[in-house]
Nanobody
Framework: QLQASGGGLVQAGGSLRLSCVVSGLALASGSYSVAWFRQAPGKEREGVSCIRSGSSGSTYGDSVKGRFTISRDNAKNTMYLQMNSLKPEDTAVYYC????????????????????WGQGTQVTVSS
């Protein structure tokens, strides 16, 4: 089970941090991939960032590189997405997702790669 939170309304240039509490999967151990996706009205779901088990292995969508940072707190079993320099085009419903295998970075931003999904959290960036 995944529970996303932290969305809200922010002005362009501002920041938000999204959280995703993960249940049923220990981020400190095992083999997994967890990711953030977003979906704006009328658009397809887009991969934002993913992180995999182990000491390395994360990637970002081109539209958020250099502005967003994914991280995890193993003790809290929580994944985060720090979003800086937000733009109106970042407005979307953001979802977290998980899979109990360590995906290749080349596919870990594909929505079809994930089995477990949290409910979305709305992020709205005003201009």
């Amino acid at each position: 089970q995944l529970q996303a939170s932290g969305g809200g309304l922010v002005q362009a240039g501002g920041s938000l941090r999204l959280s995703c509490v993960v249940s049923g999967l220990a981020l400190a151990s095992g083999s997994y991939s967890v990711a953030w996706f977003r979906q704006a009205p009328g658009k397809e779901r887009e991969g934002v960032s993913c992180i995999r088990s182990g000491s390395s292995g994360s990637t970002y969508g081109d539209s958020v590189k250099g502005r967003f940072t994914i991280s995890r707190d193993n003790a809290k079993n929580t994944m985060y997405l720090q979003m800086n320099s937000l733009k109106p085009e970042d407005t979307a419903v953001y979802y977290c997702a998980a899979r109990l295998t360590r995906l290749l970075l080349s596919v870990c931003l594909g929505p079809s790669s994930y089995v477990y999904w949290g409910q979305g959290t709305q992020v709205t960036v005003s201009s």
